[in-house]
């Protein structure tokens, strides 16, 4: 106990009067002006090292990643080749930044046109031609046929001119003009319904309805995720239980 006592006062001694770089078991991480120098400290147990081509009098931290002086922009501390530091700006979504020629996302530049770029809803991006995927991958290449069909129940369905996503994977025999959600990973067009990206082959369309949860039926069949339960009768079943997927008809339980 006299041991921990010393080494308390010690590091409390050290934190009131160190010099120098930061320290991550007393900073946070991040950009650091201190001694006329700029230092970027990793998070604990990381080590700060300086930026020497930094300028301290004109340095700004904008976040932890990124900071920008008179001449150039840094992201953890290493310069951000062609960025513009008079117009380099954070967007509103970790990690997304912009200047007056690029969009950036982290470290790497992902549109070219930043006039046009738009954060939108499912944590997608687009600008005047590219829709672009979570993790700055393309998800489709016609901006202006794009539309997100519905953001629910862990579903993201979008489509374009040619083809329908749900969650970034195509459903490729969906039609996008007459494409609709019918619930959760239950959806249809004029030909097919579908669950997930997979269609029912066996489904009747006029008849098909949600039940709820992985469950759907039709005026023959019952489906669960999408598969046929056998024998199950679509007029008297009912579901007991979603969450641990129990069911029955007048028959049977399942």
């Given at each position: 106990s006299v041991?921990?006592?010393?080494?308390?006062?010690?590091?409390?001694l050290l934190s009131c009067s160190r010099n120098g770089p930061p320290n991550s078991l007393f900073d946070s991480a991040g950009y650091h002006v201190t001694d006329d120098k700029v230092y970027y400290l990793n998070a604990f147990p990381g080590k700060a090292f300086e930026i020497n081509s930094a300028d301290a009098?004109?340095?700004?931290?904008?976040?932890?990643?990124?900071?920008?002086?008179?001449?150039?922009?840094?992201?953890?501390?290493?310069?951000?080749?062609?960025?513009?530091?008079?117009?380099?700006?954070?967007?509103?979504?970790?990690?997304?930044?912009?200047?007056?020629?690029r969009v950036y996302q982290r470290d790497r530049t992902i549109s070219d046109d930043p006039a046009h770029f738009e954060l939108l809803d499912g944590e997608l991006a687009k600008d005047?031609?590219?829709?672009?995927?979570?993790?700055?991958?393309?998800?489709?290449?016609?901006?202006?046929?794009f539309a997100i069909v519905s953001n629910a129940d862990n579903y993201l369905y979008t489509?374009?001119?040619?083809?329908?996503?749900?969650?970034?994977?195509?459903?490729?025999?969906?039609?996008p003009p007459?494409?609709?959600?019918?619930?959760?990973?239950?959806?249809?067009?004029?030909?097919?319904?579908?669950?997930?990206?997979?269609?029912?082959?066996?489904?009747?369309?006029?008849?098909?309805?949600p039940i709820d949860g992985p469950y759907g039926a039709d005026a023959v069949r019952v489906y669960w995720m999408g598969k046929t339960i056998?024998?199950?009768?679509?007029?008297?079943?009912?579901?007991l239980n979603a969450d641990f997927e129990c069911s029955a008809d007048d028959q049977r339980a399942y």
């Open positions: 041991i921990a006592v010393c080494l308390l006062a010690a590091a409390i009098a004109t340095f700004k931290a904008l976040d932890v990643s990124y900071g920008r002086d008179k001449s150039s922009v840094y992201i953890n501390g290493r310069p951000l080749p062609g960025a513009d530091p008079a117009s380099f700006a954070l967007l509103d979504r970790p990690g997304f930044a912009k200047d007056r020629n005047s031609r590219v829709i672009f995927w979570s993790d700055g991958s393309t998800l489709s290449g016609d901006a202006m046929h489509k374009d001119g040619r083809t329908v996503h749900v969650n970034g994977n195509p459903i490729p025999a969906a039609d007459t494409f609709q959600v019918l619930q959760g990973a239950y959806v249809h067009d004029n030909k097919h319904v579908f669950y997930f990206d997979q269609p029912i082959t066996d489904a009747e369309l006029t008849s098909f309805r056998d024998g199950a009768d679509p007029g008297t079943f009912r579901v």
